[in-house]
């Protein structure tokens, strides 16, 4: 055997380059490593490619696989299928687990799950991987377990010692061999030294073995008998802490990863700094390393931040990359980033990472195991969705995974959920008690499906209301969408009953056959080839959700991939990495109650007093972690963590890593080293302004508004439609017209779920429709004959817009509680004669553009009518004055009035063109366009609250708007509110806009 010991891992690779290059096989055979992770290998490859220009025959094999291929070499005769894979391992604990010999002896274990098959299979689960924790670590229990004269007095080991034995004969009923076995029958074969051994050379000539922190005792001394019969190169990423004090951070943080030396020559490669000397850096290594004092100077080798989340922590990271590099330096720099839980920073690392101006390449290792949109995703997905609920935003959901897209050509996913809006698919497939029916899927999709193919939006023989809503260019879609969600609902009643394992292997497949294109799915097509592992030969019969909770292991992970190979920044997941050499380091999520991660541990773990196990447990792991992560950087490290709750603004500690980390560098120094403490927004003005916090994904500019604006703005249109609704929003809330239109941001408007429950309590918006509806068809509903009525309330039943059953008079009557006395005086004042909707266009030209207004007035003999049944009567105001001024203007009406709802009093105010001169002369309205046109390129702030006051100077406003319950979302938004409320200028500017607007609406309400 040829040892190497190093904690500096590029010394390895190095060495292990050197021994390939010195073997003497041929391109053509293999050199096993074993114990390299997904990212190791990546780096270990790239590094020998390097080095000898070639690595293609490097087979990279984990410790199990290892001991089947020896296994398979000195046992000719044994077929790898043969071998219990993991689910088949669990199925037969499982099975052990009810037998009933089992459950009479140990009735204090089998009361956990007796009856509940979800329990039964976790404690399997758990009960499968002890005993893989016991082979790894104490494999003689097995052998003491296998003497049938052996007895346990220890309660613990007397259950799984009964409980193994039965799997064992199970397993051997079904002719399969175990991990134990194969451990076992490698030690009797070299123990008696046979003739099979021989082949061993010639089969497997040369064995990397890459001892880490996972890596045991019992592995290593196997491995040293193998190097009697192998040449074995063994490389060991450790460091002997014994000469170093116990509080040492050395010591401290290297109890998992201890060396083990044999009577063999070993090569000591010397402990040294791979940083720059007279860095932070360098010191910080040179203190670990010779357990001596750090000294802390003023550079940037080393960071610490602390921000809010790990979006902030990801944007901080490309400000530290980009400020501390050149462009042309970064690019081909090594740069690798270690994230405690990866799958939250992966949305992030895109966004940030591709920014138009800083795209930098980069890659995540593995990150297929975390991309959320596979065909096991979306079969997990459909398997898990309740048919008996039918929630519609769970299908939406399902069906833009982009294989069920592909398969059945959804191609518009923002129709299909407009479809279902709109026929009121809420919940259950289909339900035949009377109003229930409205909200099924059944009943929505013939409404789609017959309304579209007959044009009409009508009753269909009363039961269905028809929905024209496919064009002929879409109603495949609505062919394909209603096919899929009959054959969901069809094939998921099948798991209804009880199965055999066989049986649901057979329904599994057939699943998978009708809702994917498995030769166009890698993972599908993997999946397949596994469910066989879970046939245990058992004729039990199990339900559907102890055969989805056996599946869960393989419908949650993937197997293993990475990015191509790209210069720039590596992305790794931080739990159990394997550091990587790097010029530049950071590990992100360093957060005091995620890391170190916190030990399991299981009261029956027969490991639990094992010193070794002890030491290997996930915390000691992650301390060995970051104590790599120090020694392998060359030039800067960076480590964040969440330092504050981004709900309550509390501060939060480090890691205890970091607290370890920062006493190191603050003793015995003068200089304070503290974290760099990030602000919740990335906007707010203290970045560029203090040392610490740079910036570059925004513009380096004091005025807030300046960087908030487009990076490139739209072309210019010489003609714009805009509708009296955008007119009247921007004089109620300037705010929200900036993001909107300027930023294109909406905030707190993001598509509503749909609703997966019948109607019960209306909302606000849903009194207002209802009262849109009854205006809208000029419909007295109060006095119409009942069977009038009831026509109406199924109709608002079939839309959604209706509690179902008795409950839809109260919510009508609801509806119109303090607008009872508007809605009879309309109806009073139009009499029979309705008055007729008209659309109107109005258009302005300003400077080298025209804006074309768009509206709709209901007019009735030359008379503009509206109704004011909206609680905003400020926006009401403004639409009226507005529109009369235009109807006026083109001679469309010689007189308006508003019918307005105060205290439940109906206010019946009356404009003319004489008077309408008086308020709002042409100067008024061509200022306001003007102030219109301005904001369509430059914020103009304008924004006017729901109780109308005179406020006599700008505090008093200010303090009004920050006190106001009904505060616009978009004015207190973080963008606006740091210079907003420190720009008295900017106060000024919407008090004066403030009170303009008040004035007018004040003439306006006051005219009789």
Same mark, same amino acid.
Request: proline content about 3%; aromatic content about 14%.
């Given at each position: ?13 190095e060495?292990?380059?050197? @021994? ?10 293999a050199?096993?490593?074993v114990? $390299? ?21 490097? *087979? ?43 459950i ?27 005993f ?5 670590y104490?494999p ?7 003497d ?7 309660h ?12 064992q ?20 074969? &070299? ?9 061993l050379?010639?089969?497997?000539p ?16 196997l ?11 063994f490389?060991s990423n450790?460091?002997?802490?014994k ?26 490669? =010397? %402990? ?5 000397? *007279? ?9 670990i ?5 750090c ?6 080798? &080393? ?22 590099y ?22 992030a690392?895109?966004h940030?990472? *591709? ?18 949109d596979?065909?096991i ?14 929630? =519609? ?26 479809w279902?809006?709109q #026929? ?19 009943n ?11 044009g ?7 039961d ?7 064009? @002929?260019q ?5 062919? #394909? ?24 292997? %057979? ?13 166009k799915? +890698? ?14 030969? @058992? ?19 993937t ?12 992305? %790794? ?15 992100l ?12 541990s ?15 447990k ?10 790599n ?10 480590? @964040? ?11 939060l ?5 970091? +607290?370890?980390?920062v006493d ?20 707010n003005?203290r970045?560029?302004?203090e ?44 705010f929200?017209?900036?993001?909107n ?15 997966n ?16 509806y009854?205006?809208e068809?000029d419909?007295?509903?109060?006095d119409?004959?009942?069977?009038i ?32 006395n ?12 309705k ?10 030209n ?10 709709? $007035? ?17 926006k ?22 508003l019918?307005?709802n ?24 061509e ?22 006051? *005179? ?54 309400s006051?005219?009789?």
């Open positions: 055997m040829h040892s190497y010991q190093s904690i500096i891992i590029q010394d390895l690779v060495q292990l380059a050197k @021994s390939i290059k010195e073997s003497k096989n041929t391109l053509f055979q050199e096993y490593i114990g $390299a992770n997904l990212a190791s290998k990546t780096y270990i490859k790239e590094q020998i490619a390097l080095k000898n220009g070639i690595a293609a025959n490097l *087979n990279f094999i984990s410790w199990d696989r290892l001991l089947q291929l020896i296994f398979r070499i000195l046992k000719p005769n044994t077929l790898a299928l043969d071998h219990a894979k993991a689910n088949t391992v669990n199925k037969l604990v499982f099975d052990a687990l009810a037998d009933p010999i089992f009479s002896a140990f009735a204090q274990i089998s009361n956990y799950y007796k009856g509940d098959k979800s329990k039964q299979y976790s404690l399997a689960q758990k009960i499968t991987q002890l893989d924790n016991y082979l790894k104490q003689e229990l097995f052998t003491k377990w296998e049938p004269a052996f007895e346990s007095t220890y613990d080991e007397k259950w799984q010692l009964a409980l193994w034995r039965i799997y004969e199970n397993l051997h009923k079904i002719g399969k061999y175990d991990n134990y076995i194969v451990f076992k029958t490698i030690i009797k074969e &070299i123990q008696n030294k046979t003739e099979r051994l021989t082949y050379k010639q089969q497997l040369v064995l990397h073995y890459i001892q880490n922190s996972q890596s045991t005792k019992y592995q290593i001394e491995i040293q008998a193998l190097s009697c019969h192998v040449t074995i190169h490389y450790t460091i002997d802490n000469p170093y004090a116990s509080s040492s951070l050395l010591s401290l943080w290297t109890k998992a990863a201890q060396p083990y030396f044999f009577d063999k020559t070993v090569t000591f490669f =010397p %402990v040294r700094e791979i940083a720059e000397q *007279n860095t932070n850096l360098y010191h910080l290594q040179n203190a390393l010779s357990d001596s004092p000294v802390v100077t003023s550079d940037n080798t &080393i960071q610490i931040h602390g921000h809010y989340t790990a979006f902030r922590e990801v944007e901080g990271l490309l400000n530290i990359l980009i400020n501390q050149k462009n042309s330096e970064l690019y081909a720099k090594n740069c690798t980033v270690y994230c405690n839980d990866l799958a939250v920073y992966i949305p690392i895109h940030f990472f *591709n920014l138009a101006n800083y795209s930098i390449p980069y890659r995540i290792v593995g990150e297929y195991n975390y991309n959320t596979t065909g995703h979306a079969l997990a997905s459909l398997l898990r969705y309740d048919i008996d609920l039918m929630d =519609p935003e769970q299908m939406l959901s399902i069906i833009q995974y982009p294989s069920i897209m592909q398969r059945f050509g959804f191609d518009n996913i923002p129709l299909i959920r407009q279902i809006s #026929a009121n698919m809420r919940f259950q497939y289909q339900n035949q008690e009377s109003d229930l029916q409205f909200i099924s899927w059944k929505g999709l013939d409404r789609l499906f017959y309304g579209s193919c007959t009409l939006n009508h009753w269909y023989e009363q269905v209301l028809m929905i024209d809503a496919a064009e @002929s879409t109603m495949d879609l609505l062919i #394909a969408f209603r096919y899929f969600v009959d054959n969901l609902y069809h094939n998921k009643q099948q798991t209804k009953q009880a199965k055999s394992i066989a049986d649901w292997i %057979v329904f599994t497949q057939n699943f998978i056959e009708f809702f994917f294109d498995v030769d799915n +890698e993972d599908i097509e993997h999946f397949l080839d596994v469910l066989p592992d879970f046939n245990s030969e @058992s004729q039990d019969l199990e339900d559907f959700a102890t055969w989805l909770l056996m599946l869960s292991n393989e419908l949650e992970s197997k293993n991939r990475t990015t191509p190979n790209t210069s720039g920044i590596t992305f %790794v997941e931080l739990k159990n990495a394997q550091v990587l050499p790097s010029a530049f380091t950071a590990l999520g360093l957060n005091y109650n995620t890391y170190p991660s916190s030990n399991q299981i009261d029956f773990d027969l490991l639990k007093d094992n010193q070794e196990y002890l030491a290997k996930t915390r000691e792991n992650d301390k060995f972690t970051m104590l992560a120090i020694l392998q950087t060359r030039e800067t490290l960076v480590l @964040s963590y969440h330092s504050h709750n981004p709900k309550t603004n509390d501060t500690p480090p890691s205890i890593v970091i +607290e370890q980390l190191v560098l603050q003793a015995n120094n003068t200089n304070d080293f503290t974290p760099t403490y990030h602000p919740l927004q990335r906007y003005t970045y560029n302004k040392p610490d916090l740079i910036s570059y994904t925004q513009r380096k500019n004091t005025n807030t508004f300046q960087v908030i604006k487009l990076e490139d703005s739209p072309v210019e249109l010489t003609e714009v439609k805009i509708s009296m609704s955008r007119l009247c929003n921007f004089f109620t809330d300037s929200k017209q900036f993001y239109y300027n930023l294109g941001i909406y905030i707190d408007e993001q598509q509503d779920s749909l609703p429950a019948e109607v019960f309590d209306l909302l606000p918006i849903d009194n207002w429709q209802i009262r849109h009854f205006f068809n419909l007295y509903y109060f119409a004959p009942q069977h009525k009831d026509k109406h309330i199924k109709q608002l039943k079939a839309q959604g817009l209706l509690p179902l059953n008795n409950l839809a008079q109260a919510a009508i009557t609801k509806a119109f509680n303090s607008y009872s508007l809605y009879t005086a309309y109806f009073q004042y139009i009499g029979e004669d008055p007729l909707k008209t659309a109107y266009t109005y258009p302005i300003i400077d080298s553009k025209t804006y074309i207004i768009e509206g709709s $007035a209901r007019i009735k003999n030359k008379e503009y009518l509206l109704v004011a049944y909206s609680s905003n009567t400020n009401t105001l403004l639409e009226w004055l507005f529109t009369s001024y235009i109807l006026f203007k083109q001679n469309s009406c010689t007189h308006s009035v019918l307005l105060q205290n439940k009093i109906t206010t019946k105010l009356e404009l003319t063109p004489e008077k309408i001169a008086l308020i709002m002369p042409e100067e008024t309205w200022y306001l366009i003007d102030k219109f046109h301005q904001g369509t390129t430059t914020f103009d702030p304008f924004y006017l609250l729901y109780s109308m006051k *005179n406020y006599l100077n700008v505090d008093d406003l200010i303090r009004a708007i920050r006190n106001e319950d009904y505060l616009s979302a978009y004015c207190a938004s973080e963008i606006f509110k740091p210079s907003f409320y420190a720009n008295y200028q900017m106060q000024e500017r919407l008090f004066t806009n403030y009170n303009y607007i008040n004035n007018l609406l004040t003439r306006v006051n005219v009789k």
